[in-house]
């Protein structure tokens, strides 16, 4: 795992981007990245993947398929675990919902829940 997290201090700024379906698993995770890079290269960011429409992430229920209505409540608290467990910004990459109401809906929800950027 350690050795897919390899860098150089010249990837500034350096934002890894992490992706799933479970706050604890999330939020394991984004610690173990910033500790690694942390002490090997310096972190800016952990940016959440909520866009990604391929097979696989249907298939695991994360990336894209995680913006149903029905799985906001998921996303809320997968981004505030993870946002109250790491130092650094918690970003997520997002996909455009059905209509623009929906879609600020979505991502006031995860500025409220500790986002600090939403792309």
């Known amino acids: 795992c350690r050795a897919a997290l390899k860098s150089s201090p010249a990837d500034r700024p350096l934002i890894v981007q992490l992706c799933g379906n479970d706050p604890e698993v999330m939020a394991n995770a984004a610690q173990i990245v910033e500790a690694h890079c942390r002490d090997n290269y310096g972190l800016d ?59 600020i809906q979505f991502c006031s929800l995860l500025q409220e829940a500790g986002a600090a950027l939403i792309t």
Request: proline fraction near 5%; aromatic fraction near 6%.
């Open 45 to 103: 960011g952990i940016d959440i993947n909520l866009g990604c429409p391929q097979k696989r992430a249907q298939e695991g229920h994360y990336g894209s398929f995680l913006l149903d209505k029905r799985d906001w409540p998921l996303v809320e608290s997968i981004v505030h675990t993870m946002d109250t467990r790491v130092a650094v910004p918690v970003t997520c990459k997002v996909r455009l919902l059905q209509t623009e109401a929906q879609t």
